[in-house]
Nanobody
Framework: VQLQASGGGLVQAGGSLRLSCAAS????????IGWFRQAPGKEREFVAA????????YYADSVKGRFTISRVNAKNTSYLQMNSLKPEDTAVYYC?????????????????WGQGTLVTVSS
């Protein structure tokens, strides 16, 4: 499956952005989707994940209550709604796809990755 993330940009602290992850090439609803981010000089970290049906979601503690992951399988798209953004949310955001039922927070478990979209939050 090919993934393309979009929707990044520059936003002030407290603002909102919605990222999209568009999939093509294989059956989208065969895959769980995860969002990860990598800030300059830091390792890639888990942000959120959603199962293939949308029935379960997972969040990093740092974004819980501010970010919402969703998907519309009919549109082959996953979304990451980001509210109350903070300067520490500044990073390149990646979407990724995996099969299986476990380890949603582990980047090494994901088989397919999009190219990333830059989110910059100014103070």
């Amino acid at each position: 499956v090919q993934l393309q993330a979009s929707g990044g940009g520059l936003v002030q602290a407290g603002g909102s952005l919605r990222l999209s992850c568009a999939a093509s090439g294989r059956t989208f609803n065969d895959y769980n989707i995860g969002w990860f981010r990598q800030a300059p000089g830091k390792e890639r970290e888990f942000v959120a994940a959603i199962t293939w049906s949308g029935g379960r979601t997972y969040y990093a503690d740092s974004v819980k209550g501010r970010f919402t992951i969703s998907r519309v399988n009919a549109k082959n798209t996953s979304y990451l709604q980001m509210n109350s953004l903070k300067p520490e949310d500044t990073a390149v955001y990646y979407c990724a796809a995996k099969t299986g039922y476990y380890y949603f927070t582990e980047s090494r478990e994901y088989d397919y990755w999009g190219q990333g979209t830059l989110v910059t939050v100014s103070s």
